[in-house]
């Protein structure tokens, strides 16, 4: 079936540094996503993206949190700065415009020290 | 607002007995039905998804859902769990509009064994 890539798989960081979390979603897809998944916790919404903005964010999507897709490519979220509580995995996924069946990468586990 | 529960964290079952996940949504109106497994290390996989009409699904490696307009719940089944069956369930809501978020249950971990 269709897949959406997440690179890397998992990436450690010092608090107060930027990173970078990058999604490679299925092709024909318009809506994308990032959802947040603490370990043992449910998975939350975070954001979602449609023609080159945001739609709707939850209140775990920080101000230092952003969303980008630039030139059609990865679609990413940059944390900067990172915070200790920023530490979980990081889902993103994608789905068409007519269909809402979402589709899940498999995750970047970003751990902040 | 819409949520939804799933009141059991932890199922056990012995391999080849029949399972039921149960799970409870609360909305203003009907929203599309999903049930996701999670495996470990990996990505959320749909199982089954409901939209409308027949309120039974069938979905993947045997697992169906009923969908209750009446009790607000969308339980999944299986007739007879395989050990490979062990993994996270959850539910998930999903209201159509422009802005398309997943609602998730905390999950149900399910241990099946031999």
């Known amino acids: 079936g269709p897949k959406v890539l997440q690179i890397p798989s998992h990436q450690i960081i010092d608090m107060g540094q930027m990173v970078t979390l990058n999604c490679d979603p299925v092709?024909?897809?318009?809506?994308f996503y990032w959802y947040k998944q603490i370990l043992g916790q449910q998975m939350e919404f975070l954001v979602n993206f449609y023609n080159g903005k945001v739609m709707e964010k939850s209140k775990l999507f920080k101000d230092q949190f952003s969303v980008e897709r630039p030139d059609g490519s990865y679609f990413t979220l940059k944390i900067q700065p990172t915070a200790l509580e920023d530490s979980a995995v990081y889902f993103c996924?994608?789905?068409?415009?007519?269909?809402?069946?979402?589709?899940f990468g498999k995750g970047t586990r970003l751990t902040v020290v | 607002a819409q949520s939804v529960t799933q009141p059991d964290a932890r199922v056990t079952v012995s391999e080849g007995a029949s399972l039921q996940l149960r799970c409870k949504y609360s909305s203003s109106v009907t929203p599309y039905l999903f049930w996701y497994v999670q495996y470990p290390r990996q990505g959320l996989q749909l199982l089954l998804k409901?939209?409308?009409?027949?309120?039974v699904v069938q979905g993947v490696n045997g697992f169906e859902a009923e969908f209750s307009k009446s009790n607000s719940s969308f339980h999944l089944r299986k007739a007879s769990v395989h050990w490979s069956d062990s993994a996270v369930y959850f539910c998930a809501v999903s209201i159509t509009g422009n802005t398309r978020k997943l609602i998730f249950g905390l999950g149900t971990t399910l241990q099946v064994q031999p």
């Open positions: 092709s024909n897809h318009l809506y």
């Open positions: 996924a994608s789905s068409t415009d007519s269909d809402t069946e979402v589709f």
């Open positions: 409901y939209y409308s009409g027949d309120p």
